[in-house]
């Protein structure tokens, strides 16, 4: 099974809008991080935001934030205020805390419409 | 500062060739090691992972293998490549239970 499911595969946004890019995860562990990661076309992996299983608080970091619901087993992103500069791709990971692996899910291709 | 180093950043091989792909990290000591591919257009797939000297554990079978002859050095090797092994090879450590991968600036491997 799948660890992380991202099911849009493309996403477009008017600038100075607000998008929301979706990411379900699956694990038993009561213990896991999860993470967005964004991808500009120079391939660089840029770290984002992060989520810990037991934060009461949704985690939130400049325009960036992460919609956690723990019960529905999903941590979107939401990236407020887009810019030009937001297009790229953008993966969604979880580390489960009893392991050391981080398992991606396919991603998601966002472009900013000017 | 941590700082993570890949290199080539780009590389055409022939089919049966041999492949060395080197990761360094400095800054830190006993840090996780990663390799993932990522396939064009798609997301990573992680091959490998190591969590200290010499010793590896692989998440798909494969025409690769990793070493870790260092504490800090992680190495992505093939004997034979081929026309599959094609992709953007990334190389990524960690530290501790809820910290993020730092990621290096990748590997463009292109198989011809």
């Known amino acids: 099974a799948q660890k992380i499911t991202q099911t849009q595969p493309g996403m477009f946004v008017q600038e100075k809008e607000a998008v929301t890019l979706d990411c379900t995860y699956d694990?038993?562990?009561?213990?896991?991080?999860l993470f967005w990661y964004k991808q500009p076309s120079s391939g660089e992996m840029i770290f984002l935001i992060y989520q810990g299983s037991y934060d009461q608080q949704n985690a939130t970091e400049g325009r960036y934030s992460l919609n956690f619901q723990k019960a529905r087993k999903s941590a979107n992103l939401v990236i407020s205020a887009s810019q030009l500069g937001d297009s790229a791709m953008y993966f969604c990971a979880m580390r489960e805390y009893t392991g050391n692996q981080f398992y991606f899910g396919t991603g998601t291709s966002l472009t900013v419409i000017p | 500062s941590q700082t993570i180093h890949q290199w080539p950043a780009t590389l055409v091989q022939p089919v049966g060739s041999p492949l060395s792909l080197e990761c360094t990290v400095e800054g830190t000591s006993n840090p996780n090691l990663y390799w993932y591919r990522q396939a064009a257009g798609r997301g990573l797939q992680l091959l490998f992972y190591?969590?200290?000297?010499?010793?590896i554990s692989s998440e798909v079978p494969q025409n690769l293998s990793a070493s870790r002859p260092q504490d800090r050095q992680f190495i992505l090797s093939s004997k034979k490549l081929l026309l599959s092994d094609s992709g953007f090879y990334l190389c990524?450590?960690?530290?501790?239970?809820?910290?993020?991968?730092?990621f290096g600036q990748g590997t463009r491997l292109t198989v011809v």
């Open positions: 990524a450590w960690s530290w501790g239970m809820n910290t993020e991968a730092f």
């Open positions: 190591s969590v200290g000297i010499g010793q």
């Open positions: 694990t038993s562990d009561p213990s896991y991080g």
